[in-house]
Nanobody, 122 residues
Framework: QVQLVESGGGLVQAGGSLRLSCTASGRTFSGYVMGWFRQAPGKDRQFVARITWSGSATAYADSVKGRFTISRDVAKNTVYLQMNSLKAEDTAVYYC???????????????WGQGTQVTVSS
């Protein structure tokens, strides 16, 4: 059974930092793309960042470029999202996802975690 388990969310003041983790299990993710998405209240889920399992490529939404960094630790089967200079508009539930294609559309991702709440106070 494939599982993606996120952790690391919480409440932080604007300008602060958080690091999210996503631990994957249940299959080999070699060749897969790991993505982070977020959903704010009343809004659609949106792409944040993605990385190849090999770590050879990354991509970011314009809204987080220069502030967020995605990385992975193959030995730990874990993907991270380091979030710096957080803003109130970053408040959302953050989801980890895995899919076979290099894409930002959520429909391209087969596996999803349960989400972790990030709240940024202004």
């Amino acid at each position: 059974q494939v599982q993606l388990v996120e952790s690391g969310g919480g409440l932080v003041q604007a300008g602060g930092s958080l690091r999210l983790s996503c631990t994957a299990s249940g299959r080999t993710f070699s060749g897969y793309v790991m993505g982070w998405f977020r959903q704010a209240p009343g809004k659609d889920r949106q792409f944040v960042a993605r990385i190849t399992w090999s770590g050879s490529a990354t991509a970011y939404a314009d809204s987080v470029k220069g502030r967020f960094t995605i990385s992975r630790d193959v030995a730990k089967n874990t993907v991270y999202l380091q979030m710096n200079s957080l803003k109130a508009e970053d408040t959302a539930v953050y989801y980890c996802a895995a899919g076979p294609r290099w894409a930002s559309r959520e429909s391209e991702y087969d596996y999803w975690g349960q989400g972790t709440q990030v709240t940024v106070s202004s």
